[in-house]
């Protein structure tokens, strides 16, 4: 039996796509049900299902991020949109990071049945899973996932940041995200903030009433001897040496 889960935050959806589908007759059955992405994202976790039904317009979820993190972890999962959210570019997007169909609410049973058949034949045989090379969408999603990772370590540099914040933030493990981001970038989440402080810092460093230990404060170093470290490292040579030849160029 194929392994379904349900994840809308309108419990009449849910309950109507359980109890209404002939799940049995497609050789499916739904294991668990959930109301929001985060809760979805833990059953599927729990029960690795087959296939997912999913809406992607839920309060404080990405959709489209949630759609690359689970191809990006689970490249066989099979993933069906069931949204009211009309956006022809959301759609082609929803696409091409491997969503198996994308049907607009209300959806009729007929395409919903015609979902189930679609990817009830694009699971894998479960003998020769993982055998294959990657799929495209596989490294769509990665791709998709480490641009949300840097746009979110660059708009929050200054905090105290975590790998473990922009993982939760892009709905994958913190492995997994640094497995991503050391195979997009050739780096890890440390060097890569670190990357971005110290650009940061070279800039505000041109405003000559800005001392070194305000620079440091301000793109998210707490430690004045840290930052030196990290800024010599990076540079060839401390803060105040790059901030004389920035003047005496």
Request: charged share 30%; proline share 3%.
């Amino acid at each position: 039996m194929y392994k379904v889960i349900l994840i809308d935050d309108e419990p009449i959806i849910v309950q109507g796509l359980a109890r209404s589908v002939p799940w049995e007759k497609y050789g499916c059955q739904v294991v668990d049900t959930a109301g929001d992405g985060l809760e979805g994202k833990r059953l599927i976790e729990k029960h690795a299902p087959d296939m997912v039904f999913l809406d992607i317009c839920m309060p404080q979820m990405d959709g489209l991020a949630m759609v690359a993190a689970l191809h990006s972890q689970y490249r066989d999962l099979q993933i069906t949109i069931l949204t009211g959210f009309r956006d022809f570019d959301y759609a082609k997007q929803a696409l091409n990071l491997g969503v198996a169909r994308y049907l607009l609410k209300p959806s009729n049973m007929e395409e919903i049945e015609e979902a189930i058949r679609y990817m009830a034949s694009r699971v894998p045989d479960r003998e020769e899973d993982g055998q294959e090379a990657p799929a495209e969408h596989e490294n769509v999603a990665g791709n998709f996932i480490v641009r949300n990772a840097l746009a979110y370590i660059a708009e929050n540099y200054k905090e105290k940041l975590l790998l473990s914040d922009v993982a939760e933030k892009t709905y994958v493990s913190q492995w997994h995200l640094s497995k991503l981001l050391n195979k997009e970038t050739g780096q890890n989440f440390s060097e890569i903030l670190n990357g971005v402080r110290i650009d940061k810092a070279k800039e505000l460093m041109k405003d000559p009433s800005l001392r070194i230990g305000d620079v440091a404060e301000q793109v998210g170093f707490l430690d004045l001897a840290h930052f030196s470290r990290v800024f010599k490292k990076l540079n060839g040579m401390s803060a105040n040496e790059y901030r004389n030849r920035q003047r005496e160029d």
